[in-house]
């Protein structure tokens, strides 16, 4: 019989030719999935247990195959794992080193389930970990915009629409506005954790394990909530991933409008912002230049995420049932998003350093009349209906205007003219802070309301916390590194 050239693959006996060396390269998966090797040596060690209480191992079969998967977890540089030649994936990388320890005790481990429940299995525990952690960037730099939010007081910005100047604002009430996507961004990654959290071992290929498995016992011990229910849809769901990426493709569109106003905000035409030398870079040909490219990066990045997010949609489409290679391909889609919890790191540190001029931001929001919309209410508080009050403070702006001053620098008898309503009270009721605490409703911009917002705000991130540090701790498997 002639020499099998596939010996010491997973799947040689029933091949005659060798594979094409160029595609044995091209369709390895362990140059991205060595990842992935803390997961598969927790799966594992999670499925010689259910070997073990179906009779398949001995107990102390079992204590070998555990010991050598903990060593292999935490023995390798990722460079070692990443560089080995003759593994086709971590599945087989694993098994490699374990029969290299081990002898046939290695091979015994592969009784009872395939390399497609495998993969639903590592994955799910690495998106799963991934999600711990992008949670954890979200907690701290939500916690940082309320903390800037606190400091800056009274202090006051215009808002715009349409991105002119629009009415006055407390800056804490636009920063509290960042909180606010940032705890609907957290709630989206809660609901998907419990969605995914379902555990594929004991699945099989496609048709469920040939033994009987007890399969609550890995389910358990990998920190999931139940096994899955279906053991087609187990092995060839990914939506987990897809659900993931669209979650994060929120938070890098909340990140890049973040980074667009402080890019805007930080130009001398603004200057509402003083940009942190910690976090900013020179020119290499305009000596006077502080460049923004912290901010310019995060705008980018969520072209990154959206891209990962739409490849997996496009390599999900029209997969029949169940297991396809095509979804080895989603794959580096999740891990190109790794970045994400450490740029949430740097935007939480760059905000805790961010200076604003609020004597700049003062003038602003003071001039343009930003206080129109108050002028109006004052005539509605007087009978005039709004429509009409409208009309009439357009006349008032139209003169002001003309005049090259704001609505408070009109007479009295100017004002007169336009409409019989006003009365000497009208320029308290525009002052700067008039303006601001006439939008006395929840959620609205006045001082008294902000500060309950924040109140509520810090407790709602405190309570994100807690849910981010419980499901965390949930989630930490012993066997599972980290750091690789
Ligand atoms: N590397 C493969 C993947 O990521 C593992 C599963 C292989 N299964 C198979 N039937 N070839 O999808």
New binding site residues.
């Given amino acids: 019989m002639a020499e099998n050239k596939n010996s010491g693959k997973m799947w040689s006996g029933r091949f005659r030719d060798p594979l094409d060396e160029a595609f044995e390269q091209w369709q390895r998966?362990l140059p991205f999935?060595w990842r992935l090797l803390g997961e598969e040596c927790a799966a594992s060690k999670a499925h010689a247990a259910m070997l073990a209480e179906a009779g398949i191992l001995s107990t102390e079969e079992l204590a070998q195959l555990r010991a050598a998967l903990d060593a292999i977890a935490t023995g390798h540089e990722s460079a070692a794992v990443r560089e080995n030649a003759s593994a086709e994936?971590i599945?087989h990388f694993v098994e490699l080193k374990l029969t290299e320890k081990l002898g046939p005790l290695g091979l015994k481990l592969h009784t009872g389930r395939s390399?497609?429940e495998q993969?639903a299995t590592d994955l799910r525990l690495y998106v799963r970990r991934q999600i711990d952690a992008v949670a954890g960037g979200l907690l701290g730099w939500a916690a940082a915009l309320v903390a800037k939010a606190e400091a800056a007081g009274d202090a006051v910005m215009p808002s715009y629409t349409h991105l002119q100047r629009a009415e006055p604002v407390l800056v804490a009430h636009w920063l509290l506005a960042y909180v606010e996507m940032l705890i609907r961004d957290a709630a989206r990654l809660r609901d998907l954790r419990a969605r995914m959290n379902f555990c594929p071992l004991g699945s099989g290929a496609v048709a469920g394990a040939t033994l009987r498995l007890d399969r609550s016992i890995a389910a358990h011990e990998l920190g999931f909530t139940a096994p899955t229910a279906n053991s087609m849809d187990a092995t060839s769901d990914r939506d987990f991933v897809l659900e993931y990426l669209q979650a994060l493709t929120f938070i890098g569109l909340h990140s890049s409008r973040f980074a667009e106003e402080i890019t805007l905000y930080a130009t001398a035409e603004f200057g509402f912002i003083q940009l942190p030398e910690a976090f900013s870079t020179g020119s290499s040909a305009m000596p006077q230049k502080k460049n923004p490219d912290l901010t310019e990066l995060v705008r980018a990045k969520v072209g990154r995420i959206n891209a990962a997010a739409q490849a997996v949609a496009m390599q999900l489409k029209g997969l029949p049932l169940a297991?396809n290679?095509d979804?080895?391909e989603t794959?580096e889609q999740t891990f190109a998003v790794d970045f994400v919890p450490s740029m949430l790191e740097l935007l939480a540190r760059f905000t805790a350093k961010l200076e604003w001029n609020t004597a700049q931001m003062r003038q602003a929001a003071q001039s343009g009349y930003l206080n129109a919309m108050a002028a109006a209410t004052y005539l509605v508080h007087k009978g005039v209906p709004f429509r009409s009050a409208h009309e009439i403070i357009g006349k008032a702006v139209r003169l002001a205007l003309d005049k090259g001053v704001e609505l408070n620098a009109l007479g009295l008898d100017e004002l007169r003219g336009i409409n019989e309503n006003f009365d000497a009270d009208f320029f308290s009721a525009i002052s700067l802070d008039a303006t601001l605490d006439c939008h006395d409703v929840p959620g609205g911009t006045a001082r008294p309301r902000v500060k309950a917002a924040m109140k509520l705000a810090k407790e709602r991130v405190a309570a994100m916390g807690k849910e981010a540090a419980d499901a965390g701790a949930k989630g930490k498997i012993a066997g599972c590194n980290a750091d690789l």
Avoid: V
């Fill in positions: 998966s999935d994936d599945h390399r497609n993969i297991y290679k979804l080895q794959q």
